[in-house]
T-cell receptor, first 108, second 113 residues
Framework: AQRVTQPEKLLSVFKGAPVELKCNYS??????LFWYVQYSRQRLQLLLR??SRESIKGFTADLNKGETSFHLKKPFAQEEDSAMYYC??????????FGAGTRLTVKP | EAEVAQSPRYKITEKSQAVAFWCDPI?????LYWYRQILGQGPELLVQ????????DSQLPKDRFSAERLKGVDSTLKIQPAELGDSAMYLC???????????FGPGTRLTVL
């Protein structure tokens, strides 16, 4: 069965510092991985997906199949990045499994 | 901009009562999902529809939960009877097709007393 683990419930960094939100997964097939974000008082929304290989709002995430990881990174955090971040894995039929989430706080 | 609509936004009920939640997906989206999110956890998929057909309901507690999407558009999730452990946020999402980006509604926060 597929599983997504986000080891950090809380992460706090200062503005301008690099940030990395960790995500590890377990799945025997070829996973499709996503990062979703929820800003305060807003809906859960897609941040990025690994197949698109895009950089969204300065964030990137690389799929490492050897380490079964999909960590989210940004070189210079901004205060507006403060939010709840969820890593998610999808099987072929789009059965999405979410991690427990990491709350990122970017301090001024 | 089109959004997923859900109602009610908040629901307080007593245990053993019946509750129902409604979701209207983005127009034209064939795939609809219901998730349950317990405080401090990520969303957990309860049921997934493709048009009016259930694709996956393996995580739906079928003794008390039911979901329908009769015309392949809007959907209703029902709990009968509600239990204390059902207190959670219930999220609806839709996507144009399978494996597409999912768009989430604002959720219904259920409190069972």
């Amino acid at each position: 069965a597929q599983r997504v683990t986000q080891p950090e419930k809380l992460l706090s960094v200062f503005k301008g510092a690099p940030v990395e939100l960790k995500c590890n997964y377990s799945y025997s097939g070829s996973p499709e991985l996503f990062w979703y974000v929820q800003y305060s008082r807003q809906r859960l929304q897609l941040l990025l997906r690994h197949i698109s290989r895009e950089s969204i709002k300065g964030f990137t995430a690389d799929l490492n199949k050897g380490e079964t990881s999909f960590h989210l990174k940004k070189p210079f955090a901004q205060e507006e990045d403060s939010a709840m971040y969820y890593c998610a894995l999808s099987k072929d039929n789009n059965d999405m499994r979410f991690g427990a989430g990491t709350r990122l706080t970017v301090k001024p | 901009e089109a959004e997923v609509a859900q109602s009610p936004r908040y629901k307080i009920t007593e245990k053993s009562q019946a509750v129902a939640f409604w979701c209207d997906p983005i127009s034209g989206h064939a795939t609809l999902y219901w998730y349950r999110q317990i405080l401090g956890q990520g969303p957990e998929l309860l049921v997934q529809f493709q048009d009016e057909s259930v694709v996956d309901d393996s995580q739906l507690p079928k003794d008390r939960f039911s979901a329908e999407r009769l015309k392949g558009v809007d959907s209703t999730l029902k709990i009968q009877p509600a239990e204390l452990g059902d207190s959670a946020m219930y999220l609806c999402a839709s996507s144009a097709r399978l494996v597409d980006e999912q768009f989430f509604g604002p959720g219904t926060r259920l409190t069972v007393l």
